[in-house]
């Protein structure tokens, strides 16, 4: 890859977009016109309980990529991602069980709730670094997934059950299976192209800055506190979005949705599928799912398998599945 | 005589017990070139750091431009036009070298929160990193990552970067550090051309480069001003040669 880089050093763009360079649009584009062409296979005469699985995999994928944001751009560990997919399923489990069951309510109390969260938890974890974000974003989660099973007035530690999905302007489109399926797939589309967009925008550059070197990012006038804490309330808000249609997945909605186990699957999905590279992520969910459900497929003991696995991936391929694959190193 | 530029008044910093600044006082004109020496450990990094804002003062007071600046953070203290380098080269070694001055370029031309459009390739701050770039010697390297940079061109890349934030006071702490010959020299030369655009606070144990450069020395041993003046003087004086400059002639 770097001797792309040296060898177009002529030219007028520099070189750190570029160095993923064609890999950066094929990838996505591929990914996406596999989710969108999915479906065509149930007509081809693939159990539909497959589609359903895509579904679930593209939800994670918005939540991973979502995190990829802040993780692979920002340098930001968090522990404590899965609170925003809690968070956006429980905008539409109670405003469901209060009658109010749209989704031009519920997306934006789901993306303002998710905004609120990450700015008051952001404004105080950004201050500390390395092991101690870690541990404070998971005692963040930790506090909103102790107060959701507490709260028995919406199910407690058992939950609650949908029993609809959400509608969109009074319509019922989102129960027709197909339908969900490809909103789902626009909403994982319009989240990695706002990632996309933000990353490569002066802000995004400044943020990649600071996870370089944050303090040369000060000596040349930076906060990085500041665009920090605007990646991670973008990022809860996109990681709030999942929850949302998570809820409407599953028509479910629990306390371990932010569990602890969650934000760490999170995490496993992004590094997994290669950091910092956005559709990496959502090779990375795709993959985790897949494998969680095959392993499941064989033995009810499929933890013991998955667990090495996961650590043989991380000592085998350094930069994940997308790294292993595209790897054109000296 | 004109107004300092800088003026940092009884400054203090303790590591535990240690005292590393102790009652610094110094001050820097506008277009002068301000050398500090002294020994390894006596506190120059530190007064650097205080001075730029990295580190919290534990007294005294850091004047800038008239300004009390001594509670500023290190980023507010850039948008008043100090810029600085370090001893320990800092760049951002992932981004090519255009980029790591581009971004110093964006940090002061407008906001930086814009979430559209494409960072790199904004004409208008890559000319002005590019320019910069030729004004150290680095034209040729724009497009390689910087971190592939041999070390001298690193230091002179860290110059850039630090004249892309159009700074009225450069501090450098060691430019010239683990450099050979040569390289050294490119670097002197391009401090010669700096000299009197800029007020220049420097850092440096290489001698030879210091009294040809300094219009003032200051010597520091143990966090304090054993003396400060004409660097002729300063070089005569009994007391620093056995506090420093003794071992060096030895
Ligand atoms: N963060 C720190 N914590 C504790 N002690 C420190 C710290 N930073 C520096 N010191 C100590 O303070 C003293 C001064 O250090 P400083 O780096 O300022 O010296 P210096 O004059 O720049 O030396 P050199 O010429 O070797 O660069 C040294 O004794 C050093 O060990
Ligand atoms: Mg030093």
Redesign the pocket.
Known sequence: MSDLVSSASTSDVPATPRLRGTVALLVPAAIFLAFALAPLLVHAGLDPFYLSIVVRIMIFAIAAVSLDLILGFGGLVSFGHAAFLGIGAYAVGILASHGAGDAFLQLPVALFASAVFAFLTGWISLRTKGVHFIMITLAFAQMAYFMMTSLSAYGGDDGMTLWTRSTVAGSKVLGDTTAFYYACLGALILSYAICRCLVVSRFGRVLRGAKENAVRMEAIGFDPFRFRLVAYVVSGMICGLAGFLLANHTEYVSPAYMAWQRSGELLIMVILGGLGTLHGAIIGATAFLFLEEWLAGFTEHWRIVFGPLLVLVAIFMERGILGAVTRRRR | MSEAILDVENLNKS??A?R??DDVSLQVMPGELHAII????????????QVSGL?ASDGGTVRFGGEDITGLPMHARVHRGIARTF?ITSILPGFTALENVALAVQGRSGSSFRFFGIASREQALNDEAASLLDLVGLAARADLGAGTLSHGEKRALEIAIALATKPRLLLL??PLAGMGHEESNKVIEILRSLKGRYAIVL?E?DMDAVFALADRVTV?SY?RVIASGDPAVVRSSPEVRAAYLGDEAA
């Open positions: 590591f535990g240690l590393v600044t002294g020994p390894n450990g006596a506190g120059k990094t530190t007064l650097l750091h580190l001893q702490d060691e850092i144990h520091l966090g």
